[in-house]
């Protein structure tokens, strides 16, 4: 699915500029005109944080309303450990170690020496970059007497592909072929979230992507266990300010619903040919998230069919339990949990940025305190 | 079989002289230049600018250029944006032990072909071969002498508050051009490379009577970095309208689906102009025929960029930190 940023926006409207920023104005003015109390409200989504900072948007709402910033950004919610482990196989002579772009540049633990990727391969590891996974088959053909190990990360998004990945593995009947998996499951961590007593969050914006692959029925569980207002939303400036009216209206009506803020891209069942492949080749497991924590249901595992292909399993892994995974001066978790701003820490911009990061929402480019240093600093 | 580059076409013997006879001597327009050890130039009495840039990009080709236009426009282009026109080159060749003679070729017919685009002669050269997995196929170093045709210096210390802020064309084509060809992504269109001698479009303001206070030309770190660095340079705060600023659709449709910004992708045409308000119209006319705009002004003492979004919020416009890579979702 093709992920609408921002400068689509603008793209899309070299015609019509004026006509999208006068449909922001209005309602901006209309939510203005609805808001009698400063309500806090978390966007979920990492691409979401980004697209709020970088057009300041949080700049146009009424005064004393809050915008936290969720978990959701895959890349930095990936456990060190699971850094670690990948760090370790791209240094053995037999390894091709394959992910996405910006895992490259993710430091593991501090224990381990805080490297990234690309310091391994700059050390003479076989280091490669995938914008889909399916490039790891060939990969894995081409190579026949290395081993080619996938990085999985990502949300429901990007699960599907791995999924896809994984059962043509099998088809082709490759040998050579493993993957370090650590996807994430995001409704469960907006259920940890409001689990906490320390949270603020009084609506959530939900991610439209996820909602997108994986239909709207979790996120109605979580209304009605929860009875907070959630809408479903997108990406662009006009799409986001929807869905903030949207989550508004109900807490002025004192309500809590689900709404689709996002029609457009998101269908109540979801794409089912998608979650069936999730569900021949996943099953939910209680998982760590740098920064938060382990969350219950919080990440996908194979299933018992498919777990010779677990890199972890051929290799004779052993994960350690996460430990300190950050210097005690960040405040990551804080921050992933909506009860902390980036500009809080007495790291941020100093002793911790995007080419020295300390924490989880430094370290990929949609991460929170990432988004405020490349914006707001 | 295929014809290979070969250590010994590095070794000073008869494979190297074959080689300069037969592949090089198409770009000297005096082939007895060949001859010597050193060039022997009659340069105009003025005041010269001299400069140097190493090239090795991955892939050697791609759409709208390859490593060798990008030797020539590269270099010569550094000397336009000081007001200078490029006059003299000199060609430094890495090769690798086991390039195709072919590639060689059609990298030396753009060289010699954005050479003539420039209006540059190569004057004196050099070529070394390295083993198989020491180099990259080919690096390349060009030295570039020109001729300074500003009447003023131009540069960050002649930027005023209240100086506005052009650029010459749309941004970020190169970039993309370039991570197209280097991650396999398909687009379709194809986007080429915006590689193109600027000298052209400076030689043209000057005659028009535009006073130039600054110039940059956009590569690596794109608008962003090199709007970072003139501020940083004059010491006063620049202030740039996003919805002014020229991004073809199809760059704006690859970053959206790559994460990347507009504004840090690389550019090798393309150049941002500092010039008082009062020339503002007259550096307009010859920009806005080539895609070029205004896109905003110089303010206060400081050393930050703001951007004003299409919304009419602030933010920062930070250069580019670590290297462009392609996100997960």
Redesign the interface.
């Known amino acids: 699915m093709v992920k609408r940023e921002p400068q689509a926006v603008i793209a899309d409207a070299l015609a019509d500029a004026d006509g999208v920023a006068g449909a922001v104005a209005e309602l901006a003015a209309e939510l203005a005109r609805i808001t009698t109390r400063p309500w806090t409200l978390m966007e979920v989504c990492g691409g979401q944080t980004h697209a709020i900072v970088r057009w300041g948007l949080d700049q146009l709402l009424p005064p004393g309303m809050r915008l936290l910033h969720g978990p959701g950004c895959p890349v930095c919610v990936t456990p060190a450990a699971s850094l670690d482990a990948a760090l370790a196989l791209a240094r053995r002579p037999e390894v091709i170690l394959c992910s996405y772009g910006d895992m490259l540049r993710v430091p593991g633990s501090a224990a381990a020496g805080g490297e990234d990727l690309l310091g391994v391969r700059a050390a003479g590891g076989d280091v490669r970059l995938l914008t889909s996974p399916l490039q790891a088959l060939d990969l894995a053909r081409r190579h026949p007497q290395r081993q080619v190990v996938f990085l999985a990360v990502g949300f429901e998004t990007t699960a599907p592909a791995t999924a896809l990945l994984v059962r043509q593995a099998v088809a082709l009947g490759l040998s050579n072929l493993t993957l370090l998996l650590a996807h994430v499951r995001v409704v469960p961590a907006m259920a940890a979230i409001l689990a906490d007593s320390e949270h603020q969050v009084q609506g959530f914006l939900a991610a439209g992507h996820v909602a997108a692959v994986m239909g709207t029925a979790e996120l109605q569980q979580l209304v009605d266990r929860w009875r907070v207002p959630v809408v479903v939303s997108g990406f662009e400036p006009l799409e986001l300010l929807r869905g903030v009216w949207a989550c508004v209206r109900q807490l002025e009506a004192g309500e809590a619903q689900l709404n689709n803020a996002y029609p457009a891209a998101v269908r109540r069942g979801g794409n089912r040919d998608a979650q069936e492949l999730l569900a021949t080749v996943f099953q939910p497991q209680d998982q760590c998230w740098r920064g938060l924590g382990v969350i219950a249901g919080g990440g996908l595992a194979l299933r018992p069919a498919y777990q010779h292909l677990d890199a972890r399993q051929r290799f004779g892994l052993v994960l350690d339990s996460p430990g300190a995974e950050a210097p005690e001066v960040c405040i990551a978790g804080a921050i992933l949990r909506g009860v902390a701003r980036p500009s809080a820490c007495p790291a941020f911009g100093s002793s911790c940025t995007p080419d020295h990061p300390l924490g989880a929402p430094m370290v990929s480019s949609e991460g929170a305190c990432a988004a405020y240093y490349r914006y707001r600093r | 079989m295929t014809e290979r580059i070969r250590l010994a076409h590095g070794g000073g013997g008869t494979l190297m002289q074959q080689l300069i006879d037969r592949e090089f001597r198409c770009l000297y327009a005096d082939p007895a230049l060949l001859l010597h050890d050193a060039a022997v130039l009659a340069l105009p009495h003025g005041r010269l600018a001299f400069t140097t840039d190493s090239y090795v990009v991955q892939p050697l080709e791609f759409a709208g250029g390859d490593i060798g236009t990008l030797a020539v426009c590269g270099t010569a282009n550094d000397l336009a944006m000081v007001g200078a026109r490029p006059l003299h080159l000199s060609l430094g060749l890495i090769l690798e032990e086991g390039l195709e003679l072919v590639l060689l070729r059609r990298v030396i017919a753009s060289l010699a072909a954005s050479a003539r685009a420039c209006g540059v002669t190569i004057v004196t050269g050099d070529t070394k071969v390295v083993e198989r997995g020491k180099g990259d196929g080919i690096f390349i170093n060009t030295s570039g002498l020109g001729l300074l045709e500003a009447p003023e210096p131009i540069g960050p210390a002649a930027i005023r508050a209240g100086d506005q802020l052009l650029v010459s064309g749309d941004l970020g084509r190169h970039g993309v051009a370039i991570l197209a060809a280097r991650?396999?992504?398909k687009l379709q269109p194809p986007l080429a490379s915006d590689c193109a001698p600027l000298w052209p479009l400076v030689e043209q303001l000057l005659a028009a009577g535009v006073r130039l206070h600054a110039l940059r030309d956009l590569t690596r770190g794109g608008l962003a970095s090199a709007l970072q660095e003139l501020s940083s340079a004059a010491g006063l705060e620049l202030l740039v309208e996003?919805?002014a600023i020229p991004?073809a659709?199809p760059v704006?449709?690859c970053?959206?689906?790559l994460?990347f910004e507009?504004l840090h992708l690389a550019n090798e045409g393309r150049c941002v102009l500092v010039v008082p308000a009062a020339d503002r119209q007259a550096a307009l006319a010859l920009l806005e025929p080539l895609g070029g705009a205004w896109i905003g002004a110089v303010g206060e003492p400081g050393q930050r960029v703001l951007l004003r979004?299409?919304?009419?919020?602030?933010?920062?416009l930070?250069p580019l930190?670590?290297e462009l890579?392609?996100?997960?979702?």
């Not at chain 2, 890579?325 to 979702?329: F, G, H, V, W």
């Open positions: 991650h396999g992504l996003e919805r991004v659709e704006a449709r970053c959206e689906l994460g507009p979004t299409a919304f009419g919020s602030e933010r920062l930070v930190s670590g890579l392609p996100r997960i979702c």
